[in-house]
């Protein structure tokens, strides 16, 4: 990578699964990773700390669930819960991005591409990570 370039990874979080991509900062695009299983209700730190000594991130993005009309549920209050944890265990900079109907583009994506549903939490991940990184460089 060139000078200046930095690698991210976002989460699409959910209390039974979470999507997890990376991205970079030059090309401003994201690539769907995997998809993590909750373990007895929390979320599978073992492997999120693996991803991140593999990817070495400058910051993280956590998709936040809003209402359609901007408003916050409980999803919400979890996904800013999972970021403020993230902080505290990676001690990396953690991001939101309203991911308002990233799972509906990212079943989108799959079917145009044949593929199932099983791949939808990466990739909305992935989308949410590619509308951050656009909204990063459009600032």
């Given at each position: 990578m060139s000078a200046g370039a930095e690698t991210f990874l976002g989460f699409d979080f959910?209390?039974?699964r979470i999507g997890v991509a990376v991205g970079q900062s030059v090309s401003g695009t994201a690539s769907a990773l995997l998809t993590l299983h909750a373990r007895?209700?929390?979320?599978?730190?073992?492997?999120?700390a693996?991803?991140?000594?593999?990817w070495r991130p400058?910051?993280?993005v956590v998709g936040l669930p809003l209402n359609m009309d901007g408003s916050e549920n409980?999803?919400?209050r979890r996904s800013r819960r999972f970021g403020r944890q993230l902080q505290e265990r990676f001690r990396l900079p953690v991001h939101t991005m309203?991911?308002?109907l990233s799972s509906v583009a990212a079943e989108q994506r799959l079917a145009e591409?044949?593929?199932?549903?099983?791949?939808?939490?990466e990739v909305a991940a992935q989308i949410?990570?590619?509308?951050?990184l656009q909204q990063r460089g459009a600032q």
């Open positions: 959910g209390t039974r007895a209700n929390k979320p599978d730190w073992e492997t999120i693996r991803l991140i000594e593999q400058a910051a993280l409980d999803l919400t309203d991911e308002r591409q044949g593929r199932g549903r099983q791949a939808v939490d949410i990570l590619e509308d951050w």
